[in-house]
């Protein structure tokens, strides 16, 4: 069985390995899709070491083989990859922040103990039973690889500081800004605003609910400038990933706004702290998410709150999987959402 790996800057391996087993604990899942990560094209771009574990964390598929103390799952299950639920055990959950478990936050990054020696860009994972969670029945494969994602931005709106009516700005409109975009509207915001310098991701925005789609600059601060009266937007949520874009955030937000990050920049970011002290900016982060919170999010897209199918673009076999990847870190890309199947 091959799968394929980001071993160096713009490497792509094919990578043998044995069919896996499960552990006693564990569970063998056939991938049907894995989504293409922002954090997959880092990798790609920078070169730096990547964990083979998470170098394809967006899967879907079917448990083909399930360990002996496994009681809660069966082979035919469709299920989503997830996180591992909270143990109950760490010094975390004893001091009741369940929702900061180190077990929980050990699966999300990788390094727990069932760890895989690779990711979902492969036919089969073997990983532990936590780690997955069953695939509502109204959702399609196609809109089950994308749920990982979906969840990020998900937790994200969750816990940021969000009211009902806010005026609120998304910065990015790949496929974790667009996601962003629609729970910002879900959640009640009053007007959405996304900045996106692609025409093609900006018409996707309107498609999916934005109220506007502008491009980065002089257009983003005359639109934010006119609707909050000079003020500046509520809140803003920063989905880019870039260095320089941490800053823009909070020079978009209100005196006693907030901006919440969700997009992962490499390298250290140039930030003004002088502004960020008059401002009395609120700053809220997110990494990764609950377990809990899949099954929440699941049951809106099934129910069409929040739409998935539009932000797939294309799905390349793990032949054209590097070429694809290529593609998405070249800056021009009109992709949105790229799929793999590592069956065909």
């Given at each position: 069985m091959?799968?394929?790996?980001?071993?160096?800057?713009?490497?792509?391996?094919?990578?043998?390995?044995?069919?896996?087993?499960?552990?006693?604990?564990?569970?063998?899942?056939?991938?049907?899709?894995?989504?293409?990560?922002?954090?997959?094209?880092?990798?790609?771009?920078?070169?730096?070491?990547?964990?083979?574990?998470?170098?394809?964390?967006?899967?879907?598929?079917?448990?083909?083989?399930?360990?002996g103390?496994?009681?809660?799952?069966?082979?035919?299950?469709?299920?989503?990859?997830?996180?591992?639920?909270?143990?109950?055990?760490c010094?975390?959950?004893?001091?009741?922040?369940?929702d900061?478990?180190?077990?929980?936050?050990?699966?999300?990054?990788?390094?727990?103990?069932?760890?895989?020696?690779?990711?979902?860009?492969?036919?089969r994972?073997?990983?532990?039973?936590?780690?997955?969670?069953?695939?509502?029945?109204?959702?399609?494969d196609?809109?089950?690889?994308?749920?990982?994602?979906?969840?990020?931005?998900?937790?994200?709106?969750?816990?940021?500081?969000?009211?009902?009516?806010?005026?609120?700005?998304?910065?990015?409109?790949?496929?974790?800004?667009?996601?962003?975009?629609?729970?910002?509207?879900?959640?009640?915001?009053?007007?959405?605003?996304?900045?996106?310098?692609?025409?093609?991701?900006?018409?996707?925005?309107?498609?999916l609910?934005?109220?506007?789609?502008?491009?980065?600059?002089?257009e983003?601060?005359?639109?934010?400038?006119?609707?909050?009266?000079?003020?500046?937007?509520?809140?803003?949520?920063?989905?880019?990933?870039?260095?320089?874009?941490?800053?823009?955030?909070?020079?978009?937000?209100?005196r006693?706004?907030?901006?919440?990050?969700?997009?992962?920049?490499?390298?250290?970011?140039?930030?003004?702290?002088?502004?960020?002290l008059?401002?009395?900016?609120?700053?809220?982060?997110?990494?990764?998410?609950?377990?809990?919170?899949?099954?929440?999010?699941?049951?809106?897209?099934?129910?069409?709150?929040?739409?998935?199918?539009?932000?797939?673009?294309?799905?390349?076999?793990?032949?054209?999987?590097?070429?694809?990847?290529?593609?998405?870190?070249?800056?021009?890309?009109?992709?949105?959402?790229?799929?793999?199947?590592?069956?065909?």
């Amino acid at each position: 069985m091959h799968a394929a790996l980001i071993t160096g800057t713009e490497t792509v391996e094919l990578v043998d390995f044995p069919d896996p087993t499960p552990a006693p604990t564990g569970v063998v899942v056939d991938i049907a899709f894995c989504g293409i990560c922002g954090t997959d094209i880092h990798a790609y771009q920078s070169g730096r070491p990547y964990n083979p574990a998470i170098c394809g964390h967006e899967w879907s598929g079917t448990l083909s083989a399930v360990g002996g103390e496994v009681t809660n799952l069966s082979e035919g299950d469709r299920v989503v990859v997830a996180v591992a639920p909270s143990c109950g055990q760490c010094t975390a959950c004893r001091r009741g922040q369940a929702d900061r478990c180190q077990v929980s936050f050990m699966s999300a990054v990788g390094r727990d103990e069932l760890a895989p020696p690779h990711g979902g860009f492969a036919p089969r994972v073997a990983v532990a039973a936590g780690r997955v969670v069953r695939t509502d029945s109204g959702l399609t494969d196609l809109q089950a690889a994308q749920v990982e994602p979906i969840t990020v931005a998900f937790h994200a709106v969750r816990t940021s500081a969000l009211r009902l009516g806010d005026i609120a700005v998304i910065q990015g409109g790949g496929p974790i800004g667009l996601a962003t975009m629609q729970w910002v509207r879900a959640a009640g915001a009053g007007r959405v605003i996304v900045i996106e310098p692609s025409p093609q991701r900006r018409e996707l925005a309107l498609v999916l609910g934005a109220h506007h789609a502008v491009t980065p600059g002089e257009e983003a601060d005359a639109l934010i400038a006119e609707l909050t009266h000079g003020l500046g937007a509520d809140i803003v949520y920063e989905c880019v990933g870039r260095p320089f874009a941490v800053q823009s955030a909070v020079d978009l937000a209100r005196r006693g706004g907030s901006m919440c990050l969700i997009g992962l920049a490499e390298g250290d970011a140039p930030i003004s702290p002088g502004t960020w002290l008059v401002k009395e900016i609120a700053v809220t982060s997110s990494l990764a998410y609950l377990h809990e919170e899949f099954e929440m999010a699941m049951g809106m897209i099934a129910d069409g709150r929040v739409r998935v199918e539009p932000l797939h673009t294309s799905t390349v076999g793990l032949s054209g999987f590097e070429a694809a990847l290529a593609d998405l870190a070249s800056g021009t890309s009109e992709q949105v959402k790229v799929l793999v199947d590592p069956n065909a």
